[in-house]
């Protein structure tokens, strides 16, 4: 059987600022990355986070950004390698101490916002993050972007990683995302965004908006939590899957 892990963005409140149904999305969802107090989040949203993601029995990963709390991580900033490399391990660190905490275990990392764009975009930058979270926590598994540097990054480093595509995003043909400023970017279908991921994961190729198939190996679908639907986003997605076959479970 086919099988494929489901994981949304989330922890990314800050103190009585909601943002998204954390609680909803973890009945549905098999990891979840946590903002880790830079692009969101805050001690208490992540310790809170993460003792609801263990009770459920999903995996918690690290989800590190800019230091962008106005923009929500999604402006691009340009640092120097010794200060990306510090700013990505501090970020890891909170988490992990976070995570002992809540006696619970830090299973991955996913670069968020505009720092993954800018490391798919530049593969000495992917690098750089990534050997920093490896030196903090050379176990952790890498969710890396499908078919992109970040992939590439993550094999050359010998690194375990995911492989992921997104469910509610539209991609360019060089695999890199279709950026946000752009129409049809963002796709609110719940129905059609399921369909689509069934088709990709049965022919194991991202398919773009051009209708170009990039053979990829595909562990994970993300669903951002930080949308009005994506909790009917994350349902439809997790039971088309398994209407169609497709086991729907925590990545090893």
């Not at 999305?25 to 993460?50: E, K, Q, W, Y």
């Not at 230091?67 to 010794?82: K, P, S, T, V, Y």
């Not at 963002?186 to 689509?196: C, F, Q, S, T």
Request: glycine letters at 10%.
């Amino acid at each position: 059987m086919m099988r494929v892990d489901l994981n949304s963005d989330m922890g990314e409140s800050f103190g009585p600022w909601v943002m998204g149904d954390d609680n909803a999305l973890l009945d549905i969802v098999t990891s979840a990355n946590i903002a880790c107090g830079f692009h969101a989040g805050d001690p208490d949203v992540m310790a809170r986070t993460m003792s609801l993601a263990h009770a459920r029995g999903v995996g918690i990963g690290a989800h590190p950004g800019f230091a962008d709390l106005q923009g929500f991580g999604r402006r691009r900033i340009r640092l120097g390698a010794e200060e990306l490399g510090n700013m990505v391990a501090y970020q890891v660190g909170a988490a992990i101490g976070m995570a002992r905490m809540a006696g619970v275990e830090l299973r991955h990392l996913k670069l968020h916002g505009a720092l993954s764009n800018m490391a798919t975009d530049e593969p000495e930058l992917a690098r750089i993050c990534y050997d920093a979270v490896l030196k903090v926590d050379p176990s952790l598994v890498l969710v890396v972007l499908a078919g992109t540097a970040l992939e590439a990054a993550a094999r050359d480093l010998g690194a375990a990683y995911a492989s992921e595509i997104f469910a509610d995003r539209a991609y360019n043909d060089d695999a890199s995302l279709v950026d946000r400023g752009q129409p049809g970017a963002v796709l609110h279908d719940p129905d059609e965004a399921g369909k689509r991921m069934v088709e990709m994961i049965r022919e194991g190729a991202i398919i773009t908006g051009s209708g170009k198939r990039i053979p990829c190996r595909i562990d994970t679908i993300c669903v951002h939590g930080d949308s009005a639907q994506a909790v009917a986003m994350a349902a439809t997605v997790k039971k088309t899957l398994t209407d169609a076959g497709i086991e729907v479970k925590r990545f090893d």
